[in-house]
Structures are given as C-alpha cells and as structure tokens.
C-alpha cells in the first residue's frame, strides 16, 4: 500500500464546476504540499501546509491531521487548472512522499 | 523568483553511455534534489544533498551517482546508462527545513 494514495486518479469537469481532489496517507507529517504539474513537466507549488486550510485565488487546501486527510478544492474551474495535481508528504526530514497524482482535464 | 534551471529539456542517449544531467539555482538554497517521475509511480527520490559535497542516497539510487561542487549547483550522472533508466528527470531545492521545494522544468531522458 502506498503511503500517500490519491483519489480520483482522473477527473473530468465542465468550466464552472466545483473540484475536489483528495489525499490520504498513512504516515506521521510535519507538513502536507500540493503541487501542481502542466503538460511539458514543470511542477509548481500551490500550498504547504500543517493544519487548517489555506486559501488561494480559487484554490482551496485543507488538512484534517486526525484522520490523516487532506482535500484540494478548485472553486468555479477553468480550462486552464488542467493539470496533475500532486499530494506530498513531508515527514520529520526534508524528504518528500509523493501522491501518484491526479489528471484534472476541464472542458469549456 | 526562484529559479531551479536544468540542462536540457529533452535527451536522447545510447545504452552504456555515461550522462550528465545539470541542475542550477540561484536562491542560495542549501537543500537540492534529484527525482525520477514515470507513469503510475509518481516521483520517486534518487539522491539529495543538503550542502556542498554532501549527499545522501534517495530511494532509488541504484545506477546514479550525483556531484555537488558549488551550493547552486547540483548533478546527476548515469554511469552506464540503461534503457530502464528512460524517464522524466526533475530537480528541486529548498531553503533550510520544512521548506517548499522549487522545481526545475524537467529533463525527458530517452535511453535507446
């Protein structure tokens, strides 16, 4: 069983729809990353984060450190979001656990 | 602007050859690393270093080696490059500890 596992591994939206993207994982953290990687490869960060929620734009991360849980939430998408999105874990080093990702394709 | 820079975007290479894939960036940043990415595995660690002429085995080193001369500058080499070794490079560092981490675009290496 992988330690970072994310669902859905793809997802399909129409422009305006609300997305949510979730990742679990089964080890201790001291921060969970979001990442997000266009088609040609680059991966850009889109939020650390240790508890709570955070809020970008119209992007949305929470964390629920209980239920070792956290949710990716894109409010009113766009062509442009897709992308994969990348769960990462962060235990007590600097080394990162990477979720498989999920293929978010958003169709006008 | 961070900016994690990588050698070259797309690499084709021959089995046994010996390759050099080049990362550089220009924040100072102690922490740099070395990922494969490939379909369904996601991106998996190969080496990382947290300072010059350190480093330190990732999850899968076998068949890489890396050098870290200068703090900006970190590479990976393939000794005897093999066809399982076809795969999408990226590089990244950060900044001390529980830090993000600020990628480079990617090398897409094809070995035949």
């Known amino acids: 069983k992988n330690e970072v596992e994310q669902s859905p591994q793809n997802l399909t939206a129409q422009e305006g729809e609300f997305i949510t993207i979730n990742c679990s994982y089964s080890v201790g953290i001291s921060a969970l990353h979001w990442l997000q990687q266009h088609p040609g490869g680059g991966i850009v960060s889109l939020f650390m984060?240790?508890?709570g929620k955070k809020k970008h734009g119209r992007l949305i991360a929470t964390i629920n450190i209980q239920e070792k849980h956290s949710s990716l939430h894109i409010t009113a998408s766009h062509p442009r979001d897709s992308a994969v999105y990348i769960c990462a874990v962060e235990g007590y080093t600097d080394k990162l656990i990477f979720g498989t990702g999920t293929r978010l394709q958003v169709f006008p | 602007d961070v900016k994690v820079t990588q050698s070259s975007r797309y690499l084709v290479k021959r089995t046994g050859e010996k390759v050099f894939l080049e990362c550089v960036q220009d924040?100072?940043?102690?922490?740099m690393f070395w990922y494969r990415q490939d379909p369904g595995l996601g991106l998996r660690l190969i080496y990382f270093s947290y300072d010059v002429k350190m480093k330190e085995k990732g999850d899968i080193p076998e068949g890489y080696s890396v050098s870290r001369e200068k703090k900006e500058r970190f590479s990976l080499i393939l000794e005897s490059a093999s066809t399982n070794q076809t795969s999408m490079y990226l590089c990244a560092s950060s900044h001390g500890t529980y830090n993000e981490q600020f990628f480079g675009p990617g090398t897409r290496l094809t070995v035949l």
């Open positions: 924040m100072d940043h102690e922490n």
């Open positions: 984060l240790s508890s």
